[in-house]
């Protein structure tokens, strides 16, 4: 009896010493970061949100803040839209960040892309840089008032650069707002270096340049009308220039780095994230960076973050854009042609069905049966379709494995199943499936599902 009691105690205590064991390998596994986090950027490499994240990665490298490092990626394309779609449906595990400015809130508040803030979850914002109001050295616009004042009597005659929909844009609608009447004609010019050249080359009268552009470039003949903060830049080759709001207009507009998770990471993950970026902003590597390159060195967090989001995407909203030319839903178009010719062959064949030639008293079916017209078929690979443009729609399945099984399931389908056929219809759906992710990812820069 002992020897029983015995073994059972072992065995409990073996038992329990297994599951705690379980327990703290959970736990140790739970630790974040466990592996590369990846930080995705929407635009080409040495871009300005590129080269203020790859020096905010040098920090946390050389400072050893993380046992994980940081891997930066470059998705541009679509005006962000591809790299914000990206780690939006990544999985909210910590593993994917985004770092894009307040162009994710213009885009989504003019309509060019179909997701905004509400998509994910904000980190921090960092590193404020304000925007700048400049002409060429040659202009008559000495100041801010006298530039406005040319656009009031001579509405879109003033040719305003600045990326359309692109928060320099809303700048300058903003300027609008705040005159009486003044009426800029908005030019898109591309980058920085596009914008210098239009503006010396005397093809558009005034352009929207961050600090650190005004400073690189001032020397090639520029002249600063406005500087568009709360108050005068910090920076005493800045300062000089008088704020918007000095001159009589309350124009305020800056660009902050925001940092963002998908929708559902966890906080303790935000935290940790946050508490990383504050480290690497405070280091002298860092701030002789910000120095240089005249941005102001903010971080923002927690509530002030989210109220801040929500005032930016309230005052895009109010923005008075024209429409941008909407692309039609593809899928949704394919879902209903689909649909409609279906019908179309079902009712169809059910009205055939029986109906006899008038002159050989025959039915006007075929009489090879290969060439019969089976409504089951159509509406066979109606539901097909149907089903698998839902997958699509929902992203539920990688694109290249619902492709590879509709392709392979339709086939077989139309083939009767046989057998002598399998090797082909397999060949057609690998070719169909990884020929289109290949051409749409590649050719096209479509983010995949």
């Not at 009489?367 to 109606?382: F, N, Q, T, V």
Request: net charge positive; hydrophobic share 40%.
């Amino acid at each position: 009896m002992f020897k029983k009691i015995w073994h059972i105690c072992v065995l409990a205590f073996v038992a329990y010493a297994a599951y705690g064991s379980y327990k703290a390998s959970q736990n140790r596994r739970a630790e974040y970061p466990q592996k590369p986090v990846n930080v995705v950027i929407p635009y080409a490499a040495g871009g300005g949100t590129d080269t203020f994240v790859r020096f905010i990665n040098k920090a946390v490298r050389d400072g050893n803040m993380m046992p994980e490092p940081i891997v930066v990626v470059n998705k541009p394309g679509g005006s962000t839209t591809i790299g914000s779609s990206f780690v939006k449906y990544a999985k909210p595990d910590g593993y994917t960040v985004l770092c894009l400015h307040e162009a994710l809130m213009s885009t989504k508040a003019t309509g060019q892309s179909p997701h905004g803030p509400e998509a994910f979850e904000p980190i921090a914002a960092t590193g404020e840089e304000g925007q700048m109001i400049l002409v060429s050295e040659t202009s008559p616009y000495k100041n801010l008032k006298e530039l406005v004042k040319a656009a009031e009597e001579k509405p879109n005659t003033i040719k305003f650069g600045a990326d359309l929909n692109s928060p320099p844009h809303f700048s300058g609608i903003m300027l609008e707002e705040a005159s009486n009447g003044a009426k800029f004609r908005f030019v898109s010019t591309g980058g920085a270096a596009k914008r210098l050249s239009a503006l010396l080359g005397g093809h558009i009268d005034a352009a929207i340049f961050m600090g650190s552009e005004y400073i690189r470039y001032k020397s090639m003949g520029l002249r600063a009308l406005a500087y568009l903060g709360d108050e005068r830049h910090p920076s005493k080759e800045i300062n000089p220039i008088p704020t918007g709001i000095e001159q009589g207009y309350p124009v305020v507009n800056s660009n902050l780095q925001y940092w963002w998770f998908p929708k559902g990471t966890a906080q303790a993950k935000i935290d940790y994230f946050t508490a990383v970026l504050k480290k690497a902003m405070a280091t002298e590597y860092v701030q002789g960076k910000l120095d240089d390159l005249k941005i102001i060195p903010r971080v923002i967090e927690g509530k002030e973050i989210h109220d801040r989001i929500k005032k930016k995407m309230a005052g895009f909203e109010k923005m008075k854009i024209e429409k941008s030319v909407e692309l039609p839903n593809i899928g949704a178009w394919v879902l209903g042609l689909t649909i409609f010719f279906g019908l179309i062959v079902a009712i169809k064949a059910i009205l055939n069905k029986g109906k006899k030639d008038e002159d050989e008293g025959e039915l006007l079916e075929p009489e090879d049966p290969d060439l019969k017209l089976r409504h089951d078929y159509a509406i066979g690979i109606s539901v097909m379709t149907i089903l698998y443009t839902l997958v699509l729609s929902l992203q539920l399945v990688d694109f290249r494995i619902s492709t590879a099984i509709f392709v392979l399931s339709g086939g077989l389908f139309l083939t009767g199943f046989d057998k002598k056929k399998l090797i082909y219809t397999v060949e057609v759906a690998l070719v169909m499936s990884l020929g289109l992710f290949f051409v749409f990812s590649e050719f096209f820069k479509i983010d995949m599902p």
